[in-house]
């Protein structure tokens, strides 16, 4: 079993965002997807919206794990990927680089290479950052709203994005089925 663990570095910084679009977009796919473990599984399904019968279990787990927290780490690392989901503002980066050193404090390299460190835009900032992958600004992605109703009308730089980036990385843990 492999696991994909969503972590955000700062609170509000779009780790359940993040997590729910990865869900559908394996759907999408027509992927199965994985067993959703959420730590607020009502905001989860909220957020996720009604899914159209995928396909389930695929023996794999995909974490909304909340905030960054040093005993969530250890258990992400050890089953599969860590994300690790900042807000894409100044305090976000500085909050996203301060957990990063902190994986590498604790975990090394192998820690470090286990981790994928993601920027989530927000309030029309889409700042580039080297080295780290950068979803970018876009309106439809209000909080709270239903993601499977936003995301067909997501901007084509979003939906690129997604498919081009973050899906390869999400298929690299679960798969291609």
């Known amino acids: 079993m492999s696991s994909l663990t969503f972590l955000g570095a700062s609170g509000g910084a779009g780790t359940t965002t993040l997590a729910a679009l990865s869900v559908l ?54 089953q599969g990927r860590l994300v690790l989901v900042g807000a894409s503002t100044p305090q976000g980066i500085i909050a996203l680089d301060t957990a990063l050193a902190d994986v590498a ?45 936003s995301l067909p009308l997501l901007r084509a730089q979003t939906k690129n994005t997604l498919q081009m980036q973050w899906l390869p990385v999400v298929r690299d843990v679960y798969g291609s089925h």
């Not at 027509?30 to 009604?50: H, Q, Y």
């Not at 290479?113 to 992958?133: M, N």
């Open 25 to 78: 977009l394996l759907v999408e796919q027509g992927s199965r997807i994985p067993t959703v473990v959420a730590e607020n599984p009502t905001a989860f399904d909220g957020r996720l919206g009604p899914l159209p019968s995928p396909v389930r279990g695929n023996g794999h787990e995909l974490i909304d794990g909340g905030r960054y927290r040093e005993g969530k780490v250890a258990a992400a690392i050890e």
């Open 105 to 149: 404090q604790r975990f090394g390299a192998a820690g470090v290479e286990r981790t994928v460190p993601v920027l989530c835009s927000s309030f029309g900032r889409s700042p580039a950052v080297t080295g780290r992958l950068c979803i970018p600004f876009d309106a439809r992605l209000v909080p709270g709203a239903p993601l499977t109703t």
